[in-house]
């Protein structure tokens, strides 16, 4: 089986400019969250959502968004893009968006912001 | 959220068992604990989670304090692929959010 996928694998992009990150989820999972992990640290919650429904927000500016779409998979969208948010950006799915769910991590985007 | 505190490093040799510690003296009495492992150029990777029994899986076990404020990941035969940042992760029970801290960075020699 397919576990998470994410595209693309790398992206540049410059100051002030939007990106769009992709994930699917492994299949029959239903909830999507995104983390953005800068080099040496662990990963930091962005967002979580269950059944396209926002189910959980993180610390970020509202330069950040996401959504979900009917068949689960998601995107995470950064506009005016700063030089600090040059990071790897994961994405996890789970089953469900209960607390006892394992969360199951795809090998991220590599985003670098110049 | 309650937080955990870890080693920075750790090292091991092959083939020999490793005890990766993690102090939660903060821990409410419904969170779990759970240990997720990164390897390089990849993302997490769940590894195992307990409340209050200790735990075993094919890949390690998880002993918790009496008193839940440890708890002490085991790997009983480390190898070259165990190389890798542990962390160690307090779950509340309201939503499924994981909250990473920097973890500890295990190494594996010859």
């Known amino acids: 089986d397919a576990g998470v996928t994410q595209s693309p694998t790398h992206l540049i992009k410059t100051r002030g400019q939007q990106v769009t990150l992709r994930c699917s989820p492994i299949?029959?999972?239903?909830?999507v969250s995104w983390y953005q992990q800068v080099l040496g640290q662990g990963p930091q919650f962005i967002f979580q959502?269950?059944?396209?429904?926002?189910?959980g927000r993180g610390n970020f500016p509202d330069r950040f968004s996401a959504r979900q779409f009917p068949n689960y998979s998601s995107e995470l969208n950064v506009n005016a893009l700063l030089l600090g948010d040059s990071a790897l950006y994961l994405c996890?799915?789970?089953?469900?968006?209960?607390?006892?769910?394992?969360?199951?991590f795809g090998p991220g985007t590599r985003l670098t912001v110049l | 959220d309650a937080k955990t505190t870890q080693p920075n490093s750790m090292e091991s040799n092959e083939e020999e068992p490793v005890h990766l510690p993690c102090n939660h003296s903060?821990?409410?009495?419904?969170?779990?604990i759970h240990w997720y492992r990164q390897l390089p150029s990849q993302g997490p990777e769940y590894v195992i989670h307990?409340?209050?029994s200790n735990v075993n899986n094919r890949m390690a076990s998880l002993a918790i304090a009496e008193d839940r404020k440890s708890s002490t990941l085991i790997l009983h035969r480390a190898t070259l692929r165990d190389a890798a940042v542990y962390y160690c992760?307090?779950?509340?029970?309201?939503?499924?959010?994981?909250?990473f801290g920097e973890g500890t960075q295990l190494t594996v020699n010859p």
């Open positions: 307990g409340l209050t």
């Open positions: 959502y269950y059944e396209k429904e926002e189910r």
């Open positions: 996890a799915s789970s089953l469900w968006a209960a607390s006892t769910d394992t969360q199951y």
């Open positions: 903060t821990i409410s009495g419904t969170d779990y």
């Open positions: 992760i307090l779950k509340e029970t309201s939503g499924s959010r994981l909250t």
């Open positions: 299949s029959g999972h239903k909830s």
